[in-house]
């Protein structure tokens, strides 16, 4: 990869391993506007706590997984390793006995809601940390419109006004 290339690459936000205050901010207010909004709509408490833990889920997963080279696919394995979990432990609650047929039907179905559902969250979850990224840019008075196809190999902006 060359450096004109490196320089025009967009930035991937996900969940980084380490916190600051004003990510822990963000986060919480997330959190808080999820929360709101699941109330707001009359969602049931246990569901907005598997929402919550879903999302939760994929956080860690970004970090953690693929020692957080690949948030995206992360993502996606999280939110299928979580569907197909929380519809594992469904079943004995419904009293369901599923031939194998069946649970080979179930895991596809985790396979592609899970995994889109997961990237989502994933995306919302880069969000999150994108929006910390724009608050501490802030905190610091830098610009943040500051995009890296704008700057040259040098570090100096590209813009002549």
Avoid: K
């Avoid at 993502?75 to 569907?83: C, D, E, K, L, R």
């Avoid at 419109?145 to 002549?160: C, L, M, R, V």
């Amino acid at each position: 990869m060359n450096i004109e290339s490196a320089n025009n690459r967009v930035r991937v936000f996900s969940a980084p391993r380490q916190f600051d205050v004003v990510t822990l901010l963000v986060v919480t207010a997330a959190y808080a506007v999820g929360f709101a909004v699941l109330r707001a709509v009359s969602f049931p408490p246990v569901g907005a706590v598997i929402v919550a833990a879903f999302f939760t889920a994929v956080a860690l997963g970004q970090s953690l997984v693929f020692d957080g080279t690949h948030p995206r696919i992360a993502s996606a394995v999280v939110g299928f390793v979580f569907t197909l979990i929380a519809m594992l432990f469904q079943l004995p609650i419904q009293s369901h006995v599923l031939s194998g047929e069946d649970l080979l039907a179930l895991a596809f179905y985790c396979l592609i809601f899970g995994s889109f559902f997961g990237y989502f969250a994933g995306v919302l979850v880069g969000f999150v940390f994108m929006i910390a990224h724009w608050v501490r840019l802030l905190v610091a008075g830098e610009q943040i419109n500051h995009h890296p196809a704008n700057e040259q190999p040098d570090g100096t902006s590209g813009n002549t006004e």
